[in-house]
């Protein structure tokens, strides 16, 4: 009886640090763990709901940048695409008072923006590193004209802010406490959507083909150029999205709105496990460096620490970015 038992618990043991979420799953438990014990008022439903509300619009922000990264390939654009959604939802709602319409203007703008950074990047072969980089800025001065430098708010709750980002008062009403919003069922159906795309479809396999091997990718025949613009494009559409979700739930947009979400998002892919060279990564795994950047959020403030306040936690986010690259080297290699 002892040796099958063994054998189980070996095989178990080999499919967790196997698996590309192995090392931020590891993390999250530890940390959460840690935090449980040590930090007063942490473990409570309002600190949970919050740590997963705020960890929705980077997470969705996240679901691009780590399918474009595991294409070998970066957004540092997607912030600024951020904003012109906000202000493109905006516009149609309150100006021309057609949720419809402003759904599709916002979502139709984000997704040109990503067709230009793949264009570029085609067309010129400088790195997409660098590429987004000038499109962040520019992107961003698209922001100040359209905006003309104001601010839009509104105090109108309009259906379609319900929608996309209200509260989900039948399961808060449930659980006491809690206080989840609509978001929270966006980001799930996006991640569950797009790690079936990656695991389950050609075109999945072309993304980790191309990120992985570029040369072996174009000896197979795959269309790298198709699939790298087609990465930039759901990188931006992703982020529209994550526009319209910001606006639905502040009602509000400024020129700043979306500014560092980019380097956010890809600190929780590479926490999430995201190789920054390419070829490997989860988007189970992503959503999860999500939730454990908001959750190091959320302790920092509870913690009260004098020498860690709260706007110095970009200190504690560059550490547990080290610690879990640390990590997830250590179980790639054991693997």
Do not use: C
Not at 158 to 170: A, C, H, S
Not at 318 to 334: D, F, K
């Amino acid at each position: 009886m002892g040796a099958p038992r063994d054998t189980t618990r070996k095989n178990i043991w080999e499919l967790f640090i196997t698996s590309p979420v192995a090392g931020p799953l590891a993390s999250l438990v530890i940390i959460g763990g840690l935090f449980s014990l040590f930090v007063p008022h942490f473990a409570t439903m309002r600190s949970i709901s919050g740590i997963i509300n705020a960890a929705t619009l980077t997470g969705m922000v996240t679901i691009g940048v780590t399918l474009l990264m595991i294409a070998g390939e970066f957004d540092l654009s997607v912030g600024s695409v951020v904003a012109i959604a906000a202000y493109a939802f905006a516009f149609g709602t309150l100006t021309l008072h057609s949720p419809v319409v402003a759904v599709l203007l916002a979502l139709g703008i984000s997704l040109l923006l990503g067709v230009v950074n793949g264009l570029i990047y085609i067309w010129s072969g400088i790195p997409s590193f660098i590429i987004t980089l000038g499109t962040l800025y520019i992107y961003r001065g698209l922001v100040w004209l359209i905006s003309g430098g104001q601010l839009i708010q509104t105090t109108q709750r309009l259906k379609v802010y319900e929608i996309f980002n209200g509260r989900l008062d039948t399961v808060n009403a449930i659980i006491p406490g809690a206080n989840f919003r609509t978001s929270l069922l966006w980001l799930v159906g996006m991640t569950v959507l797009f790690q079936y795309i990656l695991t389950r479809t050609a075109f999945g396999n072309h993304v980790f083909a191309v990120g992985g091997n570029l040369r072996g990718a174009m000896a197979l025949g795959v269309r790298v150029k198709r699939v790298k613009v087609l990465s930039f494009m759901i990188s931006s559409l992703l982020a529209g999205l994550t526009g319209i979700l910001l606006f639905s739930q502040f009602r509000s947009v400024r020129v700043a709105t979306g500014a560092g979400m980019e380097l956010n998002a890809i600190a929780a892919a590479v926490v999430g496990g995201t190789l920054l060279t390419g070829g490997a990564g989860s988007i189970w795994g992503a959503l999860i460096g999500a939730l454990l950047i908001s959750m190091l959020r959320t302790g920092v403030i509870l913690m009260n620490i004098p020498f860690i306040p709260a706007d110095n936690f970009e200190a504690v986010v560059g550490v547990t970015i080290v610690a879990a690259v640390i990590l997830n080297n250590w179980l790639r290699n054991r693997a």
